[in-house]
């Protein structure tokens, strides 16, 4: 069984950072491709960042993120963590993280609420 969990996420201010968690337990990190999404209210859920498996692993950001948020893995701890600074109010949303186990087969986690103040 797979359950993946977040955890990282608060109350903050604008332009403050924070390093969001992505633990799995039953599926093993470096071999799937892990991905950051986030939904905030009344829109649909967006990708924000995804890193491959492999060695290193290649990353992919969205344009509205780029340059501001850092995925990366350590496999010791079997985690994902995206990084994002300088955060703004439109960044506050839940973000979840998804584990690919597979094109059809992946599993989300309960997601984090980060929450930013002007």
């Known amino acids: 069984q797979v359950q993946i969990v977040e955890s990282g996420g608060g109350m903050v201010r604008a332009g403050e950072s924070l390093r969001l968690s992505c633990v799995a337990r039953?599926?093993?990190?470096?071999?799937?491709?892990i991905g950051w999404y986030r939904q905030a209210p009344g829109e649909e859920r967006t990708k924000i960042a995804t890193?491959?498996?492999?060695?290193?692993?290649?990353?992919t950001y969205a344009n509205s993120m780029k340059g501001r948020c850092t995925i990366s893995r350590d496999n010791a701890k079997n985690t994902v963590y995206l990084q994002i600074n300088s955060l703004k109010p439109e960044d506050t949303a839940v973000y979840y993280c998804?584990?690919?186990?597979?094109?059809?087969?992946?599993?989300w986690g309960q997601g984090t609420q980060v929450t930013v103040s002007s």
């Open positions: 998804k584990v690919f186990r597979s094109a059809t087969v992946y599993y």
């Open positions: 890193i491959t498996s492999g060695t290193g692993g290649v990353t």
């Open positions: 039953g599926a093993t990190v470096s071999i799937n491709t």
